[in-house]
């Protein structure tokens, strides 16, 4: 069983930063990817960043330059920096992990219950 948490979401202004974590929890698994995904009322759900277990970052481009996303792997977490917030920012963003468990040839993915992120003056 993995479990994946998510912090950091609130209400900011445009302009302002914010910054989500997401930790994996469990026994028996490791993890290769993590990414960020967002969701909007009635929009589908879409990649914001992903990075690999090497460190190799991928971004949308409607947030690079602006976002920055990052691992510890010790404890198996992941960070969005989320700087210059605009108001179409604001979703719900859900943490995405691709978990091997240890009887596994191949991993799965693992989402995590998201957390509001509002960009509002």
């Known amino acids: 069983q993995v479990q994946l948490v998510e912090s950091g979401g609130g209400l900011v202004q445009p302009g302002g930063s914010l910054r989500l974590s997401c930790a994996a929890s469990?026994?028996?698994?490791?993890?290769?990817?993590m990414g960020w995904y967002r969701q909007a009322p009635g929009k589908q759900r879409d990649l914001v960043a992903a990075i690999t277990s090497g460190g190799r970052t991928t971004y949308a481009d409607s947030v690079k330059g602006r976002f920055t996303i990052s691992r510890d792997n010790a404890k198996n977490t992941v960070y969005l920096q989320m700087n210059s917030l605009k108001p179409e920012d604001t979703a719900i963003y859900y943490c995405?992990?691709?978990?091997?468990?240890?009887?596994?040839?191949?991993?799965?993915?693992?989402w995590g219950q998201g957390t509001q992120v509002t960009v509002s003056s």
């Open positions: 995405n992990a691709e978990i091997l468990r240890a009887g596994l040839v191949y991993p799965y993915r693992k």
């Open positions: 469990g026994s028996s698994f490791s993890i290769n990817g």
